[in-house]
């Protein structure tokens, strides 16, 4: 068996493909799209729980919203008209969110005390602010305790003040779609809607290797020449925040025995992300290894920096170590992805390529990037051929939004990239951007 993987190992060769970096992100975005659905969770999950998670079936809205005519002021619910010709009105009792109005429906020169939230009696066609009134103190008041004056000149179109009943959604419309992650806003949503459960999609396996003969896990003593396994949590971390159920498996050194068995592991998962081992190094042999369990790669660099040697692709889900007996394929592939080991570009790849296609792969619609716009703090000096990804503090008041680079030693600077909140965006090709310049940022 090592002979033939040895044979295969000298004989095949990754063919290059480095793409820029829309096209890289293309490539991925295009991948992510065609991957099927994730399986439903067996059971629906109690909503507070659901956070993160998301829908594999549309909330709809479980009756009219608002299910009434709903005052948005504390006021009085009146007939427009009436306050159009300036008619004095005779109040004819109150209406409290919680109730509703027990009256007969309002007649010309009448109105209805009403709070934020209470229905809207029939008959009044808007809400006249309390502020909009004569208050208490006026002398029409006074003298006349249960009439009402709008404030001078002051008009009331229909409808001013009503939300309509069925204006936010109709009953069973969808109000959160499949696909959605459920944030604090679906939350809300979702128990305005009475749902006290929820079905969503089961967490993607996605397994983490992290590769190289440098390293050391948290349990041991590094010696000084030593680095300790910061990926593998890394990148646990970015699979959990991204909504996926990450695995790390036993670091793999840098040998071909090593890495056939934690990949043939790796591809059981949904989706395989591997650590270092991806540069041209001497012993850099994550995409030839790939290549003999069958890979095929969709691009083996991408002009960023950090990130440079980053490389997409897809292998053949198998249960075992290649064997000349093995049982046929099944036709299922697992994507993988090999980051450059370096910790700050390990997490700008993550970011640009893995997090897109781990959201697809838990069954998210909305899968791309999300980038802003910030005004650049500082001069920055770069002069590169290739996009580059800072690590970078946003700092925004009311007026603007700015960015600026933070100081740091290269990508394997972990406390400088802890320090920043974002990535600002380099375009390739420029020598210098000036203080001022609109700039992309990726968040964090
Ligand atoms: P490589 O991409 O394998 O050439 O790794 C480049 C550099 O990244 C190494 O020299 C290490 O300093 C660092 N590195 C690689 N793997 C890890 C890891 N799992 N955790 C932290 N740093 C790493
Ligand atoms: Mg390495």
Redesign the pocket.
Known sequence: MLDRGFALLYEATVNDRVLDFEQALTEVLRHASGVSRPAKAPQPIALNNTLRRVLAEPVRAERDQPPFRRSTRDGYAVRSADIAAGRDLRVLGSVRAGDRWRGDALRDGEAVEIMTGAPVPDGSDAVLMVEHTLTGADELLRAAPGRLRAAPGRMLAAGENIVPRGAEARKGAEVIPAGRVVGAAEVALAAACGRSHLEVFERPKVAII???D??VELDAVPEPWQ??????H?LQALVDEEGGFGERLQ?AR?NREDLIERISRGTMADLLIL?????M?K??FVEQVLLEFGAEFFFTGAQIKPGK?VVFGRVPKRIAVPREDEPPWTGAWTCFFG?????V??EVCFRLFVAPMLRALCGRTEIAPRFIEARLAADVNCGMRVTRFLPAIVESDWKQVSVRPVPWQG??D?AANARANAFVVLPGGVQSFAAGESMRVLLR
């Open positions: 992290a590769t190289g440098e390293l680095i300790r396994n910061s990926n593998g890394a670091i840098d650590s270092g081992g991806v540069s190094g012993y850099d040697p980051l450059p080991g370096n910790p570009s390990t990508s394997g972990l």
